[in-house]
Structure formats: C-alpha cells, structure tokens
C-alpha cells in the first residue's frame, strides 16, 4: 500500500483501487475545502492509468455527517451561494456517477445528509452494522440538496425512501442492506477491503449501473401520490407552519412523473428557496444552541454508578426509569413497604412500557430492572455516588432530609434537589445541612421530557456541578446552567406569558381566540384552558399577531432581566430552554432568536407603548432589553 496525506482528504492506493478517506473531525462534514479537495483527488484518481476503480471512505469511524452546517448558515443569513468557480458537492457526485471507473463507498458510522447523498452517487456501497444512514435534512427546514430526493427512491423505493426522508430517520448497517440501501454489510476492521473487493469485482466486470438509472424499484406515480399523500398526513403535525415536508414530497413526485433530471432540478429550487427562510435560519440556530447549552469550564467529571433516589413519587419514578436506562445503580427510598412495593411496580411498568415501544429489548429491561434495589432506610444511600431528592414540596421536610443525608453520605457526595421552586440557598439553611447541595430541576413527565435546569449558587462546589451536569447528560437530557433565582429559569421567563393571558382575558379578548393564535404561532396548546372571558364593554380590540406579542413580548422582556442577571450564560440557552421545556415552536428560534428576528428596537417600543396606555407594570421594558434594542438599533442603522 502506498500513501500520502492532503488536507481534508486523505488518499492511499490499494492494488489498483484509489481510496479517498475524509477527515475533517469530529464529523467528515463537507466544507468547502473538503469538497474540493474530493474533486481534485477525484479527478487525478480518474486520469491515472494505474488506477481501476476508487473507493470513498471516512476516517474516525465517521463516513460524513452531511453539509458543513456552518456553511448553510452562513448562507442562510445571506452569503452569495458561490464565492468562486470552485466545485460543489452537486459537481463532486456528478463526477463520481459518470465516471469511467466504478467507485464504492465504504461506510462506518454517520452517512447523513450530503454525506448519504455522495454514497448513493457512488455505484456500490459496503457498510458496518453500526453504520447510521439518514437524510436528516428536514430537521433543519430544508430538503436533500444534492440529489438525495431523486436516487434514495431508485434505490430503495419511494415508500422507504419518504419516510426516512419525512422522519429523518436513520437506518443501522442491517436494516440499509435489508432495504437496498447497502450491497453489502462487513465488520469494521474488513470494511475498507470488502470495499476494494467490490470495486475491483465492478472494474473487472466492466460495467454497473448508476442510482439515477435504476427503474426497479421507484415504482408508478399513482402509488407513489398515494404514498406520500398518506405520509404527509402522518407527518402534518411535526412540520405545522413549515413547508419542507411538502417539499419533498414535491421534488420526489416530480422525478418519478417526469425523470430523475426535472426532479433533480425541482430539489435544487426548493433546497435553496428553503433555505433562504426564516425558519431554516431559526432551526440552524437551535441546532447550534443545542450543542452549545450547558457549556462551562469546569472539573473533571467523576465517575458516576450509582445514584439514590429518594422519594418515588410521579416525578421520582420517571427519574428512576431515566437512571435505569443509562444503565446506573439506581437505590429509591420511600417511606413505608407499602409505597415501596407501589412504587417498584410502577417503575417496572414503565420500563416494560419502553419495550412495548420499541425503544428497549426485554433482556434491557430485566437488566435495568436489576440494576433497581429499594429501600425504607436512608441508610441504604451510604455508599452512592450522587442523590437526588424527590419528596413532596415542603421546605422544612426537605430540610431535614437533606440534614440527615449529611449524616450519612461521604462528604463529597453531590445532593440534589428537584424543587421547582426552593432555591438551593433556603434548603442549607438549617445550620446543620452539610455536603455540596444543589437543583436538579426536570420537567414532567421525567422520563420524557428533555430538559433539566442544573441549579447553582456562590456556595456550590463546582465539582457537584459538573457531576450534576455529567448525570443530566448521561441520562440523554439537555443540562442547562442556571443561576439561582426564584422560578429558576423557565417558569421565570414563562410567568409573564400566564400573567398576560390573565390580563387579556380580563379585557374581554376570549380565551379560545388567545388559544387559536398561540397555537396558530406554534405552541404545542394555547394558555388560556381556563378563565373566561368577563364580558367587558370596552374590549380590547387586537389581531392575531397582536395577541400573540402581548403574551410573548413579556416573556422576551423577562428573559432579557434574567440574563443581564447571569441567570444563564447565554440568549441560545433561553432559546433551547423554552423549546425543550415549553413547546416555543423550534423553528421560530426560540424566543430570543425570534425577538431579535422581529426587532428588539420594534419589541421594546411596543412594550414600552402598552407599559404607558395600560399602566401595566407586566409590560414595562427591562433595562437588559433597552440596552439590547439600542445597540441593535444602532448596528443596523447606516454609518455615516
Ligand atoms: C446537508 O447535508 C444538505 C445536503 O443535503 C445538501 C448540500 C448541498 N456540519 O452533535 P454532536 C458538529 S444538511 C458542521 O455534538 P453527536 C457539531 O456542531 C446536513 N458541524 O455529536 C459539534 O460541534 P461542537 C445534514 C457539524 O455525536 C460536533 O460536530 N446532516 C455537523 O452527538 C459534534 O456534534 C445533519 O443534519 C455538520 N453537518 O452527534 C447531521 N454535524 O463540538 C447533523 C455535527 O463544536 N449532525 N457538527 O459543538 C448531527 O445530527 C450530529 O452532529 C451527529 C453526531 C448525529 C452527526
């Protein structure tokens, strides 16, 4: 084997097959330089007459994760498409189909988005069982752009192929050679030769057949229509107010009724009006906020085993399953035998309910469950490594238990309160509390929900802190960081929303039109379930949209307050806060995302306004938020 390394691509020749492997950590995503690279190599590997056939690859265990997402924003915020004459990722797969040596792709791990799409303009592709493929596009509000919505359908059918596209799903090693997707399945250590094997088998034979002339298995177009119409129903919620699944579906039947090249050009249309939308814009933002909440410099994590779970109410029983099923050593406590049995079947069910959905194997679920002892006695906690407290909301009997708890855990041992309204700060102080304390504040349903707000004050050890934030991520949860303060961060920034509904309602606006409008701008349910209308003669007279700013416009003023407090680090962890705990519709960004979108000059000129005609204190702009409009006034006005 012979070999030498170029930025981006690294390049080797196996008897007579040309291996270009990606590396561009952590991901092999496909920046600019990337790609072209991929197309010089490309384009040397193709004129070099020692060379037969080529094979495509990823290093680290990653074949590529898709579009340099970063790229796509900085398009989505308005940079020209093409800086240069330079090739695309459309150019790199042109080159690779109509090539006159067979090309394979050899997949490890991620082949998603654009990475799926160069695989499947490769002409055979060799996978590991653990390999992910998926065309997760449509999460971030767009559409396969490089030719995913017209050769995934060719290979594997349009009724498979829709509905990875519309779920983004991903498909394992298995389930991809099942389905066509993969020629063939090798472990990792022989998926680079298995690869070269089928590229030389495809050169000696001299011929194979490309994705988009494959007529197989697309089918005809009134079973593709009835297809994807049954689909676009069952994804009609996902996608409310947003226009990427149609989309799809578009570009797809378009290429089925008329040929892979007017489908082709259909996606490219859509691809990039989709991605000049506000809404693409908003969900890149959130895909970036999500990877950024809970960032902090801090210790070391320790290693975590085993945690105590005092307490196995509702609340306690969903942490105790979120425990399980990241496989720790989990020891609830309760009061009595007769809870402790209730809550033992309760826990069960609702492991065994994981299996009913798929999520787990029975063999998972009687592992978890022999993870799980219960206890009367504190005691049994003497040797955890982290607790977490769960009783009912009352301080004085949270006190004692923690007072007690400092009796019996090490020392260094984390204690965590669930409360979701008791600061860490009240519950030490009895004088005797001793150990570093803190708040593990999750949203109900436990098991499901994905937030945890981490709870922190001057007097927490930061070493409890990244303890707690390593437990909420070990359990798949978003940890943010928040600064202690009353209502933490979430209900704090959302008490203005049920404030302002009551307010409305009291000036005659009814509540199911409140209902209608938040639920028309997104949220999950409108907030005005209960109260009715007082019949007011003088009734505020206000749209859709106006309503709408009177609930939220309060919540973007109370978010502002708690950051200029360092409440939080930063505006993108509000934004991913209010998504993941209050259904604030993710393609509107987050409330932050969305306000600055608006106009934060516009958002505090009008609360400013409704402050002084209503002499509503609720609306009365924040310092924070002045500051932020008047420096966001003066960016964007022109200089002189
Ligand atoms: C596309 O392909 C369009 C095409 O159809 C058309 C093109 C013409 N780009 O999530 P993690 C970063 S659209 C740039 O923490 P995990 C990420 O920000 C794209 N950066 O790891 C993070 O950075 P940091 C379609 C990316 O193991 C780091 O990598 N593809 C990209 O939990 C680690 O990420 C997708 O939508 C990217 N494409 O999950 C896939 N991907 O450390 C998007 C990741 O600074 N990616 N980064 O925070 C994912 O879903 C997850 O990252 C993945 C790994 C499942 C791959």
Redesign the pocket.
Known sequence: MSGSERAGVKVSTRREVRVLSLANP??N??AAPVVEELYRELESALADTSVNALVVTGEGG?FI??????R?QRIARGEALATSSAP???DVNALLESAAKPCVAAIDG?A????L?LALACHGRVGTPRA?LG???L??G?????G?TQRLPRLIGAEAALEMMLTSRELRGADAQRLGLLDVLADAESLLETACDLARKLAARGQWVTSLKRGDRIGDLPTARAVAESQLEAVRARYRNQHQADACVRAVLAGVEHGAKHGAKVERDA?LELLASTETRALIHV??AE??VGRADLPKTRELRSVGLVGAGTMGRGIAVSLLNAGLRVTVVESDAERVASARDVIEGLLLHEVERGRSTREQAAERSACLRMATDLEALASVDFVIEAVPEDLELKRRLFVELGRILLAHVPRASTSSTLEPALLRQSGQTSGPLLGLHFFSPAQGMKLVEVISDEATDPQALADARALVKRVKKTPVLVRSCPGFLVNRIFMPYSQATGFLIDRGVEPDRIDRALFDFGMPKGPSRVGAPTGNAAALDLSDDDIVAHLLYPVVNEAHRALGEGVVGAASDIDVSAILAYGFPSYRGGPMFWAEQGGLPHVATRLEEWALRYSAPLFAPCEALLAAASTAASSAAPSA
Do not use: H, K
Request: glycine residues 16%; aromatic residues 10%.
């Open positions: 952590p991901v995503a496909l990653v994760a898709g579009a340099d997402i970063n796509l695309t990722l459309l991620f998603l988005g654009g990475g799409e992910r065309l997760p596009e999460r971030l767009l559409i396969p752009g490089a995913g691809f895909f970036f990877r950024a």
